[in-house]
């Protein structure tokens, strides 16, 4: 037989064991919950910029910023990144797409202008499709062109892009980078 100190020690015990465990599945449950959030905002944000890298492979004008730019060029809604590349439709077909963050809402958004835009012309800077956010999160977006003599004599366009989970309560900033090499 069991006294009853003994069953009272026990039954504390287990209670201590108990509690230690359920805390464990807690925290390990509320990790793999914020993974997940930070996961798939790190994955929006690549394919975004994956995106922005083929529209930009494909670029026959860049209209802003104008080339060579600053060092750490920073599109904003008052000015955006505009090229003007080849459309989704067919390799003949040509759309004029713009990239900015909203710092407002943490968001990279992407807009469509008309095929016939001018920079010069206010009348023909005419949005064909409205703005959509295309990654969320986004900390910062930096467009960069190195220096051609350190790239083998190349153009190059770097896209440098920080992006954390905004429901996460230890966020960490996520960065991303991306080289393109402009035709010549």
Known sequence: GHTLVELAVASMLLGVVLTVCGRLAWLASRAKSSSEAQNGTFRKAAIALERIQRETLHCQQIYSPASPFAVNYQPSKASPLVLRTRSSNGP??????????????????????????DPQVAARQIVD???????????????LQPDPATRYNCSVIRYDLVVRDREARRSQHLPLSTEVRLAQ
Do not use: C, H, M, N
């Open 92 to 117: 003949s077909d040509q759309a004029v797409v713009a990239y900015y963050v909203d710092t407002a809402t943490e968001e990279l958004v992407k807009f469509t202008y008309r095929p016939d835009f």
């Open 129 to 143: 499709i409205p703005p959509k956010a295309v990654a969320g999160g986004v900390v910062s977006w930096q467009v």
